[in-house]
């Protein structure tokens, strides 16, 4: 059992393959000191995704090891750990139900209140007080009703309420309007607050915004360093 984690998170010498003698991941080495924010970013198939999908150990590593707060991973119950993560992934999931089920998603407990101090600390609070019915309004499944930017928002006060220590954020590419893409990029600012995050950063904004930015190629870790350093 993972006790309640501050959030230091160390790869040590990570070693990962798929399929027998294709290294996705040739020794990867990188200690995130609890609540900083990395920006991932490297060519496709370079292991971004890899490296998360060891963090939440949808797979074991070869070589090397992950560690939280110093506990291995693989001496931890999956639930333990899994539960201190929050993902928000690039195709937001929305489902058919209200605005509010929707943020209320994972936290099933808060108060109304909470939902919409969640909303409102990434100023998703307006548009969804324009909306027919505001926070009862129905949403369909895949969000229709929303812009690209409305669904990233309303994923980001999801995840603000589940207020999990460590999160992951997998970047949307979708181009979105200058507008919009300040209020994101204000909004990520307060949910990474206080976290350790690992961000798929496809916006030159958001790894501007990171506390260090790591640069994969082909399963190897190039640089690591702030955006003034690289
Ligand atoms: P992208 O920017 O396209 O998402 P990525 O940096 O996330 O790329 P990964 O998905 O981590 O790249 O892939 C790293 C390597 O592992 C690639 O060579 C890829 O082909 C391979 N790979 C990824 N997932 C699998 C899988 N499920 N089975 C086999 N090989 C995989
Ligand atoms: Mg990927």
Redesign the pocket.
Known sequence: ELPPVRGDIRFENLVFE??KG?P?LRGIHLDVKAGQSIALV??????????I?LLCRFYDPVQGRVTVDGYDLRDVTLQSLRSQIGIVLQDTFIFSGTIRDNIRYGRLDASDEEVEAAAKAVHAHDFIMALPNGYDTEVEERGSLLSMGQRQLLSFARALLADPRILILDEATASIDTETEVRIQEALKTLLLGRTSFI?AHRLSTIRNADRIVV?DH?RLMEAGTHDEL
């Open positions: 798929y399929e294709r996705a490297g060519h496709t198939g370079s292991g971004k995704s890899t490296i999908n798929i994969l399963g």
